[in-house]
């Protein structure tokens, strides 16, 4: 995938008061740029960053009515994408993704996912089914949620498969019409 170039970290509630002393600052860092929980880049994550030219920031702030461990990440990508992807840690190392771009959403990253940017017109979901269905005949979905902020404008699909899918996939659901952007979240 695409590499991070900045990130802006906002953190609410007790992530706010205690990231540097409980090392969040690292393990968030550690997550973004794909490690796992266990993993022990996790006290580098910091230094790592900075080796890869990513430019971060952490900021102490109030969400409001969000979960107490919350953390809004605004991104740029390399290419100059961006986004704000906000989530929160609900223990154990598990997370629980709240939104993305502003949309919500609502899954752990236990499974891999697929979410799909697209125009909210009838016919969407069956077009991206279908095209799993005829040429992925062994994805099996898992859990499917529709976020629209309005009816007939943009719409994000969550789609959470049992497998990972084949890289094919995402360009063959990306070439359908009125697809802005599909992309893969990789099970954590």
Known sequence: GENFKQLEIELSGSFARTYRGHGTDRALLAGIMGYHSYSEEIRDALQI???????????????????????RIHYVLENGQKGVVEGASIGGGNIRVDSVNGMRVDFTGENNTILVLHQDIP????????????????????????????????????????????PELLKDINALPHVDNAILIRSI
């Not at 960053?49 to 953390?71: C, L, M, Q, S, V």
């Open 49 to 71: 960053a900075k080796d890869r030219g990513i430019e971060y920031r952490f900021i102490e702030t109030d969400i409001p009515d969000a979960h107490p461990n919350t953390a």
């Open 123 to 166: 016919g969407m979901i069956a077009e991206v089914t279908h095209v799993m269905y005829e040429k992925y005949t062994d994805l099996n979905i898992g859990n499917f949620h529709l976020s629209r902020p309005e009816k007939g404008g943009t719409a994000l699909m969550t789609i959470e498969i049992d497998q990972v899918p084949p």
